[in-house]
């Protein structure tokens, strides 16, 4: 059974960037909503014991359409959650280190040219959806965007992703209202690079 991801901190404790309301109903609403589906549409499937990674990678061979389709909305709700939440902390390293710090600078020429990259996705993306930094096995970076609950597994791009940031409605308007941006500011200021640096590192190794 998949659980998602326990905040271990207070939800208000990203506070004055995402207000504690939103991480709230984020967590507890949104993504438990999510993983109960998706735990379920799983067992439908018949494929219990392949980790989600297996089954967003490989919705083709599930005949059924409907499920689906089930299966990518709610096991990328599931995937996609996970790792925005792990990603947060309000005691943020705010610049990567080792490998990953040098890729950027090879890949965009700074840190700053990267989260430009990152911003200009997600302010971009139309409707809901996500801006993603990932990487391949070689270390090669890459910067998209996905609508829905869609991300680089399920579009089968060969990209692990180890940034995620979230677009849809429901992780800002509550503060920002319809102001994405200063949403997409903000979460830098709580984006954790020092696990970034770490999930860099697992899939290069």
Known sequence: MFTRY???YAFNALEPHIDALTMETHSTKHHATYTTNFNAK????GLDG???????GNLEQ??????????RNNGGGFYNHNLYFSILSPAAVHAPAGKLAEKINATFGNLDAAIEAITVKAIAQ?????????ANNAGELV???TANQDNPISEKTGYTPIL????????????????RADYVKAFFNVLDWKK???LYDAVTT
């Open 126 to 134: 139309f409707g809901s959806g996500w801006a993603w930094l990932s």
């Open 42 to 45: 799983v067992t439908e499937a």
């Open 62 to 71: 599930v005949a059924d359409a409907a499920l689906r389709t089930a299966l």
């Open 196 to 198: 970034v640096s770490e």
């Open 6 to 8: 326990e905040l271990p």
């Open 164 to 179: 995620a940031l979230d677009v849809w409605e429901h992780a800002y308007y509550l503060k920002y209202k319809n102001v």
């Open 143 to 145: 910067v998209t965007a």
């Open 50 to 56: 392949k980790t989600v990674e297996e089954i967003l």
